[in-house]
């Protein structure tokens, strides 16, 4: 099943998807470098990151949904497809949460609460990740119906799919 959101012949989702959660994990680096007696200014890169990341977040999790709603409904697919997304809205619900908490503190700092919190988030988008991986790899999603070792360049002229 190929992609409906593309740009240039490939998927957009996983072109987006790689910046959120690079983002989202640096900023649990820093934060935890912060809290084991870092510079101060590393919580506030955490914090900075944190809002980056859900910016990308929400913009990869767009391109997601339009590829989702056009899985067929009652298929693996769906089903997985469905988990790896409500996953991912929850890691992006929790930082968001995070981020707000940090904004009305004193400073920018994650404190040992909150850095539990964006573990636990990570570790979700892990899960999220290979369920990705999945739907791709195992199931097709995304993938064009004339994938091979032999394809030809998706900059190259279309043929039309014959099915």
């Known amino acids: 099943m190929e992609s409906r959101a593309k740009l240039l012949g490939h998927p957009i989702h996983p072109m987006l998807v790689v910046f959120p959660l690079g983002l989202l994990v640096a900023a649990v680096i820093f934060d935890f470098a912060d809290l084991v007696g870092g510079s101060s200014t590393l919580g506030d890169v955490g914090f900075w990151n944190i809002a980056a990341g859900l910016v990308g977040g929400l913009l990869a999790a767009t391109a997601g949904l339009v590829d989702l709603l056009a899985i067929p409904g009652g298929t693996r697919a769906k089903r997985v497809g469905t988990i790896h997304g409500a996953t991912n809205a929850g890691v992006v619900l929790v930082f968001a949460i995070v981020w ?21 988030a990570l570790a979700a988008a892990g899960v999220a990740a290979w369920l990705g991986g999945e739907l791709v790899d195992r199931l097709g999603v995304g993938v064009s119906p004339d994938a091979n070792l032999d394809a030809p360049s998706s900059l190259g002229r279309q043929r039309p799919v014959t099915r």
Request: charged share 20%.
């Open 100 to 120: 707000f908490v940090r904004l009305a503190g004193n400073d920018r700092a994650a404190g040992g609460g909150l850095f539990v919190l964006e573990l636990v």
